[in-house]
């Protein structure tokens, strides 16, 4: 039988060391303490922390006060005064009096899983609107808990000339922030209708977005369909940007191809709600392809909390194809065999030495063409020119060249359909 409270050790390092706490609680659906606590860690890593120990303790119920009981946050202050770290790091989101009072106590800063998911996000957004995103999504978190992260800065001011005589310093803080919270309101909104623009362009092309947990392989097998060169780093969140490429090669119609920025457990609401023009890119698609790294040892786990966030994304009507990557890394043939016999239809790939691709295409051909209905296209031979332009939005089956002009036998999306009618006008004349 496992111990209730556990502390693990590791060796220091001249890293900024970090301490790490998780809890498990009865009746809960989330992942297991240990799965969540190694997560916790990649996380730290990540975020360039070096554990050095980690607390576990199973609760009946949360302190409102300190979050762990009184014991505990003697054992964790003892553990501080032992290791000396520069953060201690909560699996769960804590409050902002939890937040105050415990680095009251510890007098060490306390950090929880959604703020280093936000550090992670700021240090990893290199263009514009991830920038944007991000830096929302920490002023929001940052708001409530003003009087534990800036404490020293709650002195009255005031003086002759100044505004506000008598208000406290975090008072004005406070203001400050909710202005530059609607500044970034207001330009992400901007942003956004750039987006839209690109997308509305977009209207009739073949879209496919690859969804997925975290350091799946998204960037990495984008990167083998489209021959592009996203960042592929062996980290979590490595790819913010919802990245769109082109494929160009073995398919018999243009296809756009999104990366999107990984899903986690325990996602920050506010973050969710910030990328908002990313997970557009979600939304808009006609084909999902969930990767999912077979080789970690709790990839179902992994697969229940992206289908959950999809489906809070609103993208659970969309059609989603399952690919289990990284293939070759495992220990076991038969690991596959069973992942590939309970979600039917799904595909086992391997990016690194190209097995499964092929399969993969033809599945995506395959989805795209069923999803096409007939279409009979009139032409007169001095429109011969848009042919070409019909190609990137209609599979063209046959073309007969007459006297009077030339029919076209298509097969198209209902979107794909809008759009020709918009660049033809009168010249569609429907069966």
Request: proline letters at 4%; a positive charge.
């Amino acid at each position: 039988m496992k111990p209730k409270n556990t502390i693990h050790i590791n060796a220091q390092t001249s890293k900024p060391r970090a301490i790490l706490v998780g809890v498990s609680m009865p009746g809960t659906q989330s992942p297991s303490t240990e799965i969540s606590l190694e997560e916790l860690e990649g996380l730290a890593t990540t975020a360039n922390y070096e554990p050095v120990a980690t607390l576990t303790q199973r609760l009946a119920e949360i302190n409102s006060k300190t979050f762990l009981g009184s014991g505990k946050v003697e054992e964790l202050r003892q553990a501080v005064k032992h290791h000396d770290p520069e953060a201690v790091i909560f699996d769960e989101e804590l409050s902002p009096r939890q937040n105050r009072e415990l680095e009251n106590i510890l007098k060490c800063r306390v950090m929880d899983r959604p703020w280093v998911i936000l550090e992670i996000f700021s240090d990893h957004a290199r263009t514009r609107e991830a920038k944007t995103q991000v830096e929302l999504a920490r002023m929001k978190y940052a708001l409530p808990r003003l009087t534990g992260m800036w404490g020293h800065l709650s002195r009255q001011r005031g003086g002759i000339g100044m505004k506000d005589v008598g208000e406290t310093q975090i008072q004005l803080d406070r203001r400050m922030i909710r202005n530059e919270i609607h500044k970034l309101e207001k330009k992400l909104v901007q942003i956004d209708k750039g987006k839209k623009t690109q997308r509305k362009n977009r209207q009739g092309t073949y879209k496919v977005a690859l969804v997925g947990y975290t350091n799946a392989g998204k960037s990495t097998l984008m990167n083998c369909l489209t021959g592009a060169d996203t960042l592929v780093e062996d980290k979590l969140f490595a790819t913010l940007d919802a990245t769109v490429r082109k494929i160009k090669k073995n398919f018999p119609c243009p296809v756009l191809l999104s990366d999107t920025v990984g899903l986690i457990n325990k996602l920050p609401h506010d973050l969710v709600a910030s990328f908002k023009s990313t997970l557009d890119e979600v939304r808009d698609a006609d084909l999902l392809i969930h990767v999912v790294d077979l080789s970690h040892h709790k990839y179902a786990e992994q697969m229940r909390t992206a289908d959950d966030l999809l489906q809070q994304m609103g993208a659970d009507n969309i059609d989603i194809l399952t690919v289990f990557n990284k293939i070759d890394a495992l220990s076991d043939t038969e690991i596959l065999d069973r992942a590939l016999n309970t979600y039917p239809s799904s595909i086992g790939i391997s990016c690194k030495t190209g097995r499964g691709i092929d399969s993969l295409r033809q599945q995506m051909i395959c989805h795209y063409e069923k999803n096409l209905a007939p279409y009979r296209l009139e032409l007169e031979h001095s429109q011969a020119m848009l042919i070409q332009e019909i190609r990137k939005h209609a599979l063209v089956l046959k073309e007969d060249y007459n006297p009077n002009g030339i029919v076209l036998n298509l097969r198209l999306s209902p979107r794909a359909k809008a759009k020709l009618e918009s660049i033809l006008k009168r010249s569609i004349k429907p069966d």
